[in-house]
């Protein structure tokens, strides 16, 4: 007899490409964060207190910082006897995150031999694009604002065997970034997606509201 099974739940997830190697470098998460926090702050202008202007405009799309709690726990691993976790506990989980906010260590070694060579001016580093990934519809370019982590429990190594790690993340808009560039394209999308599910609620089927809303 085929026992039913519940709907699989997707994983969230930090996907970063480097512009030196286009093979995206997944970070999903093992266990989904049980809050995702968003502060939006509208970019509009006029319409000020006390003061008669002209109509309300935007001046952009509202700027939106996301932050999220990442939970880490090597517990169960290192009952099961997993090598990585025996060695290491959550710190390969933690050092991945961690890397987000570095530059490549390649990148700041190359940049140090053309200062050895001479080269009086080096530009800073191009960080890799990173990606916000919290289902089929919400896909968003971002930079790392924040990142703070609590250790708890150490193994003798001194690993941690719980982290958690919490990041606050910049959402890139296409008023940040060039056209030619991947994130303009990857928001315009992520905007379209909020178009199409947002008709659901906005729709012919919408509830009444005690006004002929045709009149306003």
């Given at each position: ?56 405009r935007f ?54 031999g053309q ?102």
């Amino acid at each position: 007899m085929s026992r039913a099974r519940g709907p699989r739940t997707l994983k969230g997830a930090l996907v970063t490409v480097d512009s030196a190697d286009p093979t995206p470098r997944v970070i999903a998460f093992r266990y989904n964060p049980s809050t995702l926090k968003r502060s939006l702050q509208p970019q509009m202008v006029g319409g000020d207190d006390n003061a008669r202007s002209a109509a309300v405009r935007f001046t952009g799309p509202p700027s939106q910082i996301v932050t999220i709690e990442i939970e880490l726990d090597a517990s169960d691993d290192i009952g099961t006897g997993q090598q990585a976790a025996v060695q290491y506990a959550a710190l390969p989980q933690l050092a991945a995150l961690e890397l987000l906010v570095y530059p490549a260590l390649a990148a700041v070694k190359q940049a140090q031999g053309q200062l050895a060579s001479g080269v009086m001016e080096i530009a800073p580093l191009t960080a890799p694009r990173t990606l916000f990934v919290w289902g089929q519809k919400r896909v968003l370019p971002v930079r790392i604002a924040s990142y703070d982590i609590n250790e708890e429990f150490f193994d003798s190594r001194l690993n941690p065997i719980r982290a958690t790690v919490t990041l606050a993340m910049h959402v890139l808009t296409y008023a940040d970034v060039s056209p030619d560039n991947h994130a303009y394209f990857t928001f315009t999308a992520y905007q379209q997606a909020l178009n199409t599910i947002a008709a659901q609620a906005t729709g012919a089927a919408a509830p009444s509201i005690g006004v002929d809303s045709g009149a306003l």
